[in-house]
């Protein structure tokens, strides 16, 4: 007989997915623990101003991700700090979670695990990251303050962050590998009546540093394969993000290693779920990983009685 603590639900990772279903399925009288490694919240803890928000007046990640957690506890979600280290499915179809808080168990397994930023790749990255070299425009930006800052990435978060640091700094230059952003055209629009300045078109070759802090970044020009340097102080990259799917090998991904849902939002193994940024959706908003949140506790319950039913 196993010895685990023993939940309906268990959630793995606290951001705005996690916490929505832990909202939901704790309100549905189901007994729900998220476990979360860091603080709740995920990627939204870091940005700085979110106005699309339904409901809400502008306010900041961090605002939005304690309101999500107060709502979460509020109905009775237990939140645990820990790291889930392996999953292993038991022979009555439920499930063990082996973490550094000991063993869970649970009949359903919400993988809301986020997904991480992505390197540049180029020389100088590694080496100079935490030298002029950043992810997190609300966490490092303060730092460049009316410095020369470059932006790399074509997306929404490129684009976006870019506003934030343009507060601080009128000398922001935001550069994307292709002649378009891929970004939503409000965004970019949005960057462009910022006065912000854009660099198409380039790939990014290399960033330099001297002194052991971000000097200069060498660029290649797609179309004429022109090679120039140019002088920067901060190198801010935004292109795009690894989906954290680590703890899930059997259920079934996409060929960039999202994982597959049905419209319940359950994987290809019966009673794990999948939600958020980790999940093979085409739209990642903060609203749509809350909408993955309720749909999947909502299927969970579902899931938990039709099992229950099937036991007698
Ligand atoms: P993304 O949409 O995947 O965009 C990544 C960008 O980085 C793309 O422009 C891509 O270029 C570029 N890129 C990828 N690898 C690169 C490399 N090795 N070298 C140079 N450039 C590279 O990622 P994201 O902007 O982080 O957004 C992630 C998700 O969050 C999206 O679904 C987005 O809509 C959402 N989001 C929404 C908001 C909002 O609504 N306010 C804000 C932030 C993020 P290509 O264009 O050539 O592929």
Redesign the pocket.
């Known amino acids: 007989m196993a010895e685990g603590k023993k939940y309906d639900v268990i959630i793995v990772g606290g951001g705005p997915a996690g916490l929505a279903c832990g909202q939901y399925s704790a309100r549905a009288g189901r007994k729900t623990a998220l476990i979360e490694e860091m603080a709740p919240g995920g990627q939204a803890m870091i940005?700085d101003e979110?106005e699309?928000y339904p409901g809400l007046e502008k306010l900041s990640g961090f605002e939005l991700a304690s309101k999500f957690e107060q709502q979460a506890t509020g109905f009775g979600c237990e939140i645990v700090y820990g790291t889930v280290n392996s999953i292993k499915k038991l022979s009555d179809g439920s499930f063990s979670l082996d973490t550094t808080d000991g063993e869970y168990l649970s009949p359903v397994v919400v993988i809301a695990t986020g997904s991480k930023h992505?390197n540049?790749?180029v020389p100088g990255e590694k080496e100079l990251t935490g030298h002029g070299v950043s992810y997190c425009a609300t966490c490092d930006g303060p730092f460049f303050r009316n410095k020369k800052i470059l932006v790399?990435?074509?997306?929404?978060?490129?684009?976006?962050e870019s506003m934030y640091l343009r507060k601080l700094s009128d000398n922001v230059t935001v550069t994307?590998?292709?002649d378009r952003?891929?970004?939503?055209a409000s965004?970019v629009k949005a960057m462009q009546d910022a006065g912000i300045k854009t660099k198409m078109n380039m790939?990014?070759q290399s960033i330099n540093g001297e002194n052991g802090k971000v000097k200069s970044v060498t660029f290649q020009d797609k179309a004429t394969g022109e090679v120039s340097t140019e002088e920067y102080d901060g190198v801010f990259v935004?292109?795009?993000?690894i989906p954290q799917n680590q703890l899930v090998p059997d259920c079934e991904k996409d060929e960039t290693g999202f994982i597959k849902t049905d419209s319940h939002m359950m994987t290809s193994v019966p009673g794990i779920f999948a939600i958020g940024?980790v999940r093979d959706t085409p739209?990642?908003?903060i609203v749509t990983a809350a909408a993955d949140g309720a749909v999947a506790a909502h299927y969970a319950s579902e899931y938990i009685d039709e099992r229950n039913n099937n036991a007698y």
């Open positions: 940005i979110i699309n992505r540049l790749e790399c990435g074509g997306g929404d978060s490129a684009c976006q994307h590998r292709r952003f891929r970004a939503q965004i790939t990014v935004f292109v795009g993000y940024d739209f990642r908003q």
